[in-house]
C-alpha cells in the first residue's frame, strides 16, 4: 500500500505530485535550506494516496462527479449551491480508521521530539497548486492552534472539504483543472506562536510592478490568517537587493500600517472543539501597538536575506509566509510558493501610460494596484453571496476581499476595499485575474453610493483613487521593442518615489532631474526649520499639526532626514546603478513658507523668483540648519544604504564664489566631492553660468542646463505670464548661444552637460539643435518621454555621420552648430 503520510525530512519538490506545491515546497526548505540557516518548523504530510483512500472508502468519486456535473459554467448562479453539496459529502463521510492511524503515527512522532503540549497548523495543499503560472492562494483552509489528536483529525477532514470552496472550483475551472483529478495533501506543521508577536508575507519582487531588485516584506500583528483575509492594513518594508550584504542600511522603505486586529490563541483551544475555525480569535490591537512597527531593522533584513535564499534556491520570484515566535523572539518561514503574476509579464514589450484628463471630486483613496484608469457602475456588495447583484464590468466596493470572493471578481472592472494590504491574497488575486484595484481605503462603502458612476486610477504611483463619475482619459500604449535607442542619454525627471520601479522599465539611462521639492511637500510636509527649532514655534495649532506628523520620532529631525532618504533611496534604487541626480531642494520663499511652520522661518519678499532661493539660500541663518538636514539625509542615502548612484546638484547658483561656499558647507555636513564617488552637479539657468562656464568647470562635475529659467533670466521675461508668452521662447536666439556656449566649455574643460525641459519633445528641431550642440543627455517628464526620444532618434538620423557615437563619449571635436 501506498503510504498516506511523509515526513518533510523525506520530502523534495520532485514529490508535488504526492503531497502538492506547498507542502513539497515545505518538505524542500526543510530538507535543503534549514541546513543553511532558514528556519522552517518541522512538520509531515498526508499523501495524495491518502486523500483517493479517502475518497474511494466512502464511495465519493460518482457522487461528486454528478454534484459538479450539475455546475452552470458560464453563469456560476448555482456555484455557491453545488459546493455547499460537495463539502457536505466529504464532511458527511467518514476517515478511514488506518488513515488516522497514520495521522497518529505522525503526531506521536513530534510529540516525541518537542513534547506533548504541541499546537499545529493544519495546511491545505492541492496537488495542481502554487505552479508558476497559477498560485491558488488563498483558495484552500488553512486552520491554526490545533491541539490534540481529536482536533487534528477533525481539521484534516475539514481541510479535505476545502478542496471544494466555491472559489477553488471556480479556479480549477479558470485554470482548467479537472476536479476529480486533483487530490488533496494535509500539511500539518509545529506552530509558530506568532500569536504573541507577529506574522506577514514576503515577495521577491515588487508585486506591482515586477521590479525585481525590491524585497517587499509585510506583516502585522498575531497570526498570519488576518493578512490573508485582508483584516488589517500591514506594515510594510521595502529592502534593496544589490546592497543586502553590501550597505550598512538596505532597507529603503518604512511604511507604518493601522493593524487594528490580532488574532490569537482561544482560551479553550485545548478541549475538543466544534470547528477547527474556533481555535483562534480576532481582537482589536491596542492603540500603543499600532503605532510600533512589527519588526526591528535587523530582523527585517534576516528575513530578506532568507527571502533571497529561498529565490536562488527556487531559481524564480517567490511568495514567502513568515512567523515571528514571541516566546523565542525567532523567525521562521512557514510557506512558500513561486510569484504568479509579475513574473509571468516580465517579458511583457509593451508600456501604456494611462493619464487623467480631467479631475472630479475624490470618493475615497487607498493603496492602488494595476497603474490603470476605468470607469463603472460601483456595486455595494457586504458578502460573496450577493454575486448576483454584481454585473460584468462593474466596481466591486465592499469592506474586504477574502479568498471566500475570488469567483466573483472576475467579473468586477475593479475592486475597492476599506480593508487589506498591497501584500494580502486578495491583492494577490486580483493582480491575477487583472482587476484594478483600491485596498484599504477605510470608508469606501460610506463615500460611495450603490449604482453610483464611479472611475478609478491608480496611474498615479502607489495611491489609488476613486472619483466620482465618468471621468476622460488617454491611453498611450508604446512597443518597447521596436522603439529605437538614441546615442545621446535620454533620462528622465522624477520626483515622486510611487512611479519609479514602473518608470524604470521605461528604456532610459537614469535619472537627469531628481526634484526634492516634491518629497518635501508630499511626504515631509514640514519646514526643516520648524523641525530643526520646534521648540521656538509659538503657534499652538502650528506646534500641534507638527506633533501629529512626527509623533513616531522622537527626535524631529530624524523624521526630515528618514523621510527624505527613503524617498529619494527608492528613486535611486529603481534606476540603479544608472546616475540619479537629485536637486537639493529648490523652493522659493512663498512656496516653502506654505509648509507646515514655514511662515515663521521665511521673509516676505517682493519677488521670490529671483530673491533667498537656490545657492544663497544654504549658506544663509534664515535656512543654513534646514540646508545640514537636507545633507545629512543625502549622506545616509549614499554612504549608509549604499546609494552611490545619487549625484547632487546645486540649482540656482549665481556666482563661482557662491558655488565654492556651498560645496565647502556640504563637506562640513559629511558631503565631500569626491569622495565615495561623489559627483556635485550645478544648474545653468543663469546668464552668469555659461559666461564663466569654464570657472564654473573646476568646482563640478557636470552641468544641467534649465531652460525655463536660462530663457527667463535671459530676456528678462517671466515665465509664468501669459501676457509675455509671445517674447518667452526657446529658440531666442541669446538663449540658444548661452546654450551653445554652455556645451562648448563642458566639452572643453571635459564636464558632463545635460537639459532638462518640455522644449526637446515638444519641438523636434529643438532637440536637433540639441544634438548637434554635442548634449550629453536630455531629461523628459514621464508623459513627454517618448516623444522625446522619437525627437532625438530623429534628430541624430538627420545629422548622420556627424553623430556617430554615444554623446557621454563625445570629446571637444563634437558637432557644434
Same mark, same amino acid.
Given at each position: 500500500?501506498?503510504?498516506?503520510i511523509?515526513?518533510?525530512?523525506?520530502i523534495?519538490?520532485q514529490?508535488?505530485s504526492?503531497v502538492?506545491?506547498?507542502?513539497?515546497?515545505?518538505?524542500e526548505?526543510?530538507?535543503?535550506?534549514?541546513?543553511?540557516?532558514?528556519k522552517v518548523?518541522?512538520?509531515y504530510a498526508t499523501?495524495?494516496?491518502?486523500?483517493?483512500?479517502?475518497v474511494d472508502q466512502?464511495n465519493?468519486?460518482e457522487?461528486l462527479?454528478?454534484v459538479l456535473a450539475g455546475?452552470d459554467?458560464e453563469?456560476?448562479?448555482?456555484l455557491a449551491?453545488v459546493?455547499?453539496?460537495?463539502?457536505?459529502l466529504?464532511?458527511e !463521510?467518514?476517515?478511514?480508521?488506518?488513515l488516522?492511524q497514520?495521522i497518529e503515527?505522525g503526531?506521536n512522532?513530534?510529540?516525541s521530539r518537542?513534547g506533548?503540549?504541541?499546537?499545529l !497548523?493544519?495546511?491545505?495543499? !492541492?496537488t495542481a497548486?502554487?505552479?508558476p503560472?497559477?498560485?491558488? &492562494?488563498?483558495q484552500?483552509e +488553512?486552520?491554526l492552534n490545533?491541539?490534540g489528536l481529536?482536533?487534528l483529525?477533525?481539521?484534516?477532514h475539514h481541510?479535505?472539504?476545502? #478542496?471544494f470552496?466555491?472559489?477553488?472550483?471556480?479556479?480549477?475551472?479558470?485554470?482548467?483543472?479537472?476536479?476529480?483529478?486533483v &487530490?488533496?495533501?494535509?500539511?500539518?506543521?509545529?506552530m %509558530?506562536?506568532?500569536?504573541?508577536a507577529?506574522s506577514? %508575507?514576503?515577495f521577491?519582487?515588487?508585486?506591482?510592478t *515586477?521590479f525585481?531588485?525590491a524585497?517587499?516584506?509585510?506583516?502585522?500583528w498575531?497570526?498570519?490568517?488576518?493578512?490573508?483575509?485582508g483584516?488589517?492594513?500591514?506594515?510594510?518594508?521595502i529592502v534593496?537587493k544589490?546592497?543586502?550584504d553590501?550597505?550598512?542600511?538596505?532597507?529603503i522603505s518604512?511604511? #507604518?500600517?493601522?493593524?487594528?486586529?490580532?488574532?490569537?490563541?482561544a482560551?479553550n483551544?485545548a478541549?475538543?472543539?466544534?470547528?477547527? &475555525?474556533?481555535?483562534?480569535?480576532?481582537?482589536? +490591537?491596542?492603540?500603543e501597538?499600532?503605532?510600533?512597527?512589527i519588526?526591528a531593522d535587523e530582523?527585517v533584513?534576516?528575513l530578506?536575506?532568507?527571502a533571497?535564499?529561498i529565490?536562488?534556491?527556487?531559481q524564480?520570484?517567490?511568495?514567502?509566509?513568515?512567523?515571528?515566535d514571541?516566546i523565542?523572539?525567532?523567525?521562521?518561514?512557514?510557506?512558500?510558493?513561486?510569484?504568479?503574476v509579475?513574473?509571468q509579464?516580465?517579458?511583457?514589450a509593451?508600456?501604456t501610460?494611462?493619464?487623467l484628463?480631467?479631475?472630479?471630486?475624490?470618493?475615497?483613496?487607498?493603496?492602488?494596484?494595476?497603474?490603470r484608469i476605468?470607469?463603472g457602475i460601483a456595486?455595494?456588495?457586504h458578502?460573496p453571496?450577493?454575486?448576483d447583484k454584481?454585473?460584468e464590468?462593474e466596481?466591486?466596493v465592499?469592506?474586504k476581499?477574502?479568498?471566500?470572493?475570488d469567483?466573483i471578481?472576475?467579473k468586477a472592472?475593479a475592486?475597492v476595499?476599506?480593508?487589506?494590504?498591497r501584500t494580502?491574497?486578495?491583492?494577490i488575486?486580483?493582480?491575477e485575474?487583472?482587476?484594478?484595484?483600491?485596498?484599504?481605503?477605510n470608508?469606501?462603502?460610506?463615500t460611495?453610493?450603490?449604482?453610483?458612476?464611479v472611475?478609478?486610477?491608480t496611474?498615479?504611483g502607489e495611491?489609488?483613487?476613486?472619483?466620482e463619475?465618468?471621468l476622460?482619459?488617454?491611453?498611450?500604449?508604446i512597443?518597447?521593442?521596436? #522603439?529605437?535607442?538614441p546615442?545621446?542619454k535620454?533620462?528622465l525627471?522624477?520626483g515622486?518615489?510611487?512611479?519609479a520601479?514602473k518608470?524604470?522599465?521605461?528604456?532610459?539611462d537614469?535619472?537627469?532631474l531628481?526634484?526634492?521639492e516634491?518629497?518635501?511637500?508630499n511626504?515631509?510636509?514640514?519646514h526643516p526649520?520648524?523641525?530643526k527649532?520646534f521648540e521656538?514655534?509659538?503657534?499652538k495649532?502650528?506646534?500641534e499639526?507638527?506633533?501629529k506628523?512626527?509623533?513616531?520620532?522622537?527626535n524631529?529631525?530624524?523624521y526630515?532626514?528618514?523621510?527624505l532618504?527613503e524617498?529619494?533611496?527608492?528613486? !535611486?534604487?529603481?534606476?540603479?546603478?544608472?546616475?540619479v541626480i537629485?536637486?537639493?531642494?529648490?523652493?522659493k520663499s512663498?512656496?516653502y513658507?506654505?509648509?507646515?511652520?514655514?511662515?515663521?522661518?521665511?521673509?516676505?519678499e517682493?519677488?521670490?523668483m529671483i530673491g533667498?532661493?537656490?545657492?544663497s539660500?544654504?549658506y544663509?541663518p534664515l535656512?543654513?540648519?534646514?540646508?545640514?538636514?537636507?545633507?545629512?539625509?543625502?549622506?545616509? %542615502?549614499?554612504d549608509e544604504m549604499?546609494l552611490?548612484?545619487?549625484?547632487l546638484?546645486?540649482?540656482f547658483?549665481r556666482?563661482?564664489?557662491?558655488?565654492?561656499?556651498?560645496?565647502e558647507?556640504?563637506a562640513?555636513? *559629511?558631503?565631500?566631492?569626491r569622495e565615495?564617488?561623489?559627483?556635485?552637479?550645478?544648474m545653468v539657468e543663469?546668464?552668469?553660468?555659461?559666461?564663466?562656464?569654464e570657472?564654473?568647470?573646476?568646482i563640478?562635475?557636470?552641468?544641467?542646463?534649465?531652460s525655463?529659467?536660462?530663457t527667463q533670466l535671459t530676456?528678462?521675461?517671466?515665465?509664468?505670464? *501669459?501676457?509675455l508668452?509671445?517674447?518667452?521662447s526657446?529658440?531666442?536666439?541669446?538663449?540658444q548661444?548661452?546654450?551653445?556656449?554652455?556645451?562648448?566649455?563642458a566639452?572643453?574643460?571635459?564636464?558632463?552637460?545635460?537639459?532638462?525641459g518640455?522644449?526637446p519633445?515638444d519641438y523636434?528641431k529643438?532637440?536637433?539643435f540639441l544634438?548637434?550642440?554635442g548634449?550629453?543627455?536630455?531629461?523628459?517628464n514621464?508623459?513627454a518621454?517618448f516623444?522625446g526620444?522619437e525627437?532625438? %532618434?530623429?534628430?541624430?538620423?538627420?545629422l548622420?555621420?556627424?553623430?556617430?557615437?554615444?554623446?557621454g563619449v563625445?570629446?571637444?571635436?563634437?558637432?557644434i552648430s
Open positions: 500500500m501506498a503510504p498516506f511523509k515526513f518533510f525530512k523525506d523534495s519538490y514529490d508535488l504526492k502538492g506545491g506547498k507542502n513539497a515546497s515545505l518538505g526548505m526543510y530538507t535543503q535550506l534549514n541546513p543553511a540557516g532558514i518548523p518541522d512538520g499523501t495524495a494516496d491518502a486523500y483517493w483512500f479517502f466512502n465519493l468519486r457522487e462527479t454528478q455546475l459554467r453563469h456560476f448562479n448555482n449551491d459546493g455547499q453539496k460537495a463539502r457536505a466529504i464532511l !463521510a467518514k476517515l478511514p480508521i488506518e488516522q497514520e503515527k503526531y512522532y513530534l510529540v518537542y506533548t503540549d504541541i499546537s !497548523a493544519v495546511r491545505s495543499s !492541492a497548486e502554487d505552479l503560472t497559477a498560485s491558488f &492562494a488563498g484552500l +488553512t486552520y490545533v491541539r481529536q482536533n483529525y477533525k481539521a484534516c481541510s479535505y472539504a476545502s #478542496l470552496t466555491d472559489r477553488a472550483i471556480k479556479y480549477r475551472i479558470d485554470n482548467g483543472f479537472e476536479h476529480m483529478q &487530490a488533496l495533501s494535509v500539511g500539518i506543521q509545529m %509558530v506562536r506568532s500569536d504573541l507577529s506577514g %508575507v514576503i521577491t519582487l515588487d508585486p506591482d *515586477g525585481e531588485n524585497i517587499v516584506i509585510s506583516g502585522s498575531g497570526l498570519g490568517e488576518n493578512i490573508v483575509q483584516n488589517v492594513n500591514t506594515d510594510e518594508f534593496f544589490p546592497m543586502l553590501v550597505a550598512r542600511q538596505p532597507i518604512h511604511r #507604518l500600517g493601522s493593524k487594528l486586529k490580532t488574532m490569537v490563541y482560551e483551544n478541549v475538543e472543539l466544534q470547528s477547527p &475555525a474556533d481555535a483562534i480569535v480576532n481582537l482589536d +490591537t491596542p492603540e501597538k499600532q503605532e510600533q512597527f519588526l530582523e533584513l534576516q530578506a536575506r532568507w533571497q535564499k529565490e536562488t534556491h527556487y524564480k520570484p517567490m511568495d514567502i509566509e513568515w512567523a515571528k514571541g523565542t523572539g525567532e523567525l521562521f518561514i512557514v510557506q512558500a510558493r513561486p510569484e504568479t509579475q513574473s509579464h516580465k517579458n511583457q509593451f508600456f501610460e494611462y493619464t484628463q480631467e479631475k472630479g471630486k475624490i470618493l475615497c483613496a487607498g493603496i492602488g494596484l494595476s497603474n476605468v470607469t456595486r455595494i456588495l458578502s453571496s450577493e454575486i454584481l454585473q464590468g466596481v466591486l465592499t469592506q476581499t477574502d479568498p471566500d470572493w469567483p471578481l472576475k472592472i475592486i476595499t476599506e480593508q487589506g494590504g494580502s491574497h486578495a491583492a488575486v486580483a493582480r485575474v487583472g482587476a484594478v484595484a483600491v485596498l484599504g481605503t470608508n469606501a462603502t460610506q460611495i453610493t450603490d449604482g453610483q458612476e472611475t478609478i486610477s496611474a498615479d495611491t489609488g483613487y476613486v472619483y463619475g465618468r476622460k482619459w488617454s491611453e498611450h500604449k512597443d518597447l521593442s521596436k #522603439l529605437e535607442r546615442h545621446t535620454a533620462m525627471i522624477l515622486d518615489p510611487e512611479q520601479f518608470y524604470s522599465f521605461l528604456p532610459n537614469g535619472v537627469g531628481m526634484r526634492m516634491f518629497i518635501i511637500n511626504a515631509i510636509q514640514i526649520m520648524a523641525l527649532h521656538s514655534i509659538a503657534d495649532e502650528t506646534r499639526k507638527i506633533e506628523l512626527t509623533h513616531h520620532y522622537p524631529k529631525e530624524d526630515f532626514i528618514e523621510k532618504a524617498a529619494t533611496a527608492t528613486i !535611486a534604487a529603481a534606476f540603479y546603478p544608472k546616475d537629485v536637486r537639493m531642494s529648490d523652493f512663498n512656496e513658507a506654505n509648509l507646515v511652520g514655514g511662515r515663521q522661518f521665511e521673509p516676505q517682493s519677488n521670490p533667498l532661493r537656490g545657492a539660500r544654504y544663509h535656512y543654513q540648519d534646514g540646508f545640514e538636514l537636507e545633507c545629512r539625509a543625502m549622506k545616509k %542615502v549614499r549604499g552611490t548612484n545619487v549625484k546638484m546645486i540649482p547658483c556666482t563661482v564664489e557662491e558655488g565654492k561656499k556651498v560645496i558647507l556640504m562640513k555636513y *559629511g558631503l565631500q566631492r565615495n564617488g561623489l559627483e556635485i552637479y550645478v543663469i546668464p552668469s553660468n555659461a559666461l564663466l562656464a570657472e564654473f568647470a573646476e563640478v562635475d557636470g552641468f544641467s542646463i534649465g525655463n529659467d536660462l530676456l528678462g521675461a517671466d515665465r509664468d505670464s *501669459g501676457l508668452s509671445g517674447i518667452f526657446p529658440f531666442d536666439a541669446a538663449v548661444q548661452l546654450i551653445i556656449m554652455t556645451i562648448q566649455k566639452k572643453q574643460t571635459g564636464t558632463k552637460v545635460g537639459l532638462c518640455q522644449a519633445s523636434p529643438y532637440a536637433t544634438v548637434e550642440s548634449i550629453d543627455s536630455i531629461s523628459f514621464p508623459d518621454f516623444r526620444v525627437n532625438m %532618434v530623429q534628430a541624430e538620423q538627420e548622420q555621420p556627424l553623430v556617430k557615437q554615444p554623446a563625445q570629446g571637444p571635436g563634437a558637432a
